[in-house]
């Protein structure tokens, strides 16, 4: 199984690597929880003293409320955006071919643009979703409507394809995020790339190729569910991830359809997958390990 092989040699590249990997990894989810954790806190003084009513944190009518969610909103983005993209940079340092030399992860948060493009990236990803998003959330409140009302045979049937079609409006944001979640590595490995183009390219790659994230998280779905194995469960399935992009680029700059390689040049950090007994990989990959 091609998963399986990913697995298997992600493990052998983060072998004498794993904490490093690993505290890398997780800088991104503990400065989210941080900064969610302490808007938490604002609502619960909030409510304490008497400030807001419970029912009304859901509203977004208090003034108190909404400073605080777009105080911390803007917080998110300007420290977790820089973390994702170094996070990814370095991934996609450890699967190249030539392990061993990293960049350091203070040159990458304080170099100004590296961290305007993973900004201008963490924007177009939030746009996109946002926008894939809307189709759902209207047919949701639309089909809700529908149920509330109540009505005949033709309103029920009327709800019930408003319910099909909040389903389907959900999976196509479901496919949009699978798609984006490889643009900070695309990002990481074409330099020349814009965010922008980064996001277009990422639908690209990922076509017909989106499972692969899925298998991974069903993979790691129980280590994960325990505290103690939930950072290398985490480590490990990035680095898969980010190993089968690669090897999706060069599979692309073989069959000759990356028009972003034949811009910006050859990906400067391209894996191969050393595995000679077992072909399941493409043509393009065989190539890539006789190279």
Not at 88 to 94: D, F, G, N, P, T
Not at 131 to 141: H, K, Q, T
Not at 225 to 253: C, G, W
Request: proline content about 4%.
């Amino acid at each position: 199984m091609r998963s399986r092989e990913l697995i298997g040699y992600s493990r052998r590249l983060l072998k004498g690597r794993r904490t490093g990997t690993t505290a890398v990894c997780l800088l991104p989810a503990a400065a989210e929880i941080c900064f969610r954790s302490a808007e938490a806190a604002v609502y619960c003084l909030l409510i304490y003293f008497g400030e807001v009513r419970p029912a009304e944190l859901f509203s977004g009518r208090n003034i108190v409320q909404i400073s605080v969610c777009a105080a911390c909103a803007v917080l998110r983005f300007t420290a977790v955006s820089p973390l994702r993209y170094a996070a990814a940079y370095r991934l996609s340092e450890l699967t190249r071919e030539d392990v061993g030399r990293y960049t350091p992860l203070s040159r990458i948060l304080m170099n100004r643009r590296d961290i305007c493009r993973s900004y201008a990236a963490s924007f177009w990803i939030r746009t996109v979703s946002f926008a894939a998003m809307i189709p759902a959330v209207l047919s949701g409140m639309l089909a809700y409507d529908m149920l509330m009302k109540g009505g005949g045979t033709e309103r029920f049937f009327m709800t019930l394809n408003s319910i099909a079609l909040t389903a389907a409006f959900l999976l196509l944001w479901i496919y949009v995020r699978l798609t984006l979640a490889a643009v900070p590595f695309i990002m990481a490995r074409i330099p020349g790339i814009g965010a922008a183009g980064a996001v277009i390219y990422s639908f690209r790659l990922m076509h017909g190729r989106k499972n692969m994230l899925p298998v991974l998280a069903a993979v790691y779905a129980v280590p994960a569910l325990t505290a103690v194995l939930l950072p290398a469960a985490v480590t490990e399935m990035m680095t898969a991830f980010s190993l089968s992009l690669s090897i999706y680029q060069k599979e692309d700059e073989y069959a000759g359809r990356n028009e972003y390689h034949r811009r910006y040049g050859s990906s400067r950090h391209a894996a191969k997958l050393p595995y000679r007994k077992k072909r399941r990989f493409t043509a393009a990959a065989d190539e890539t390990e006789t190279a």
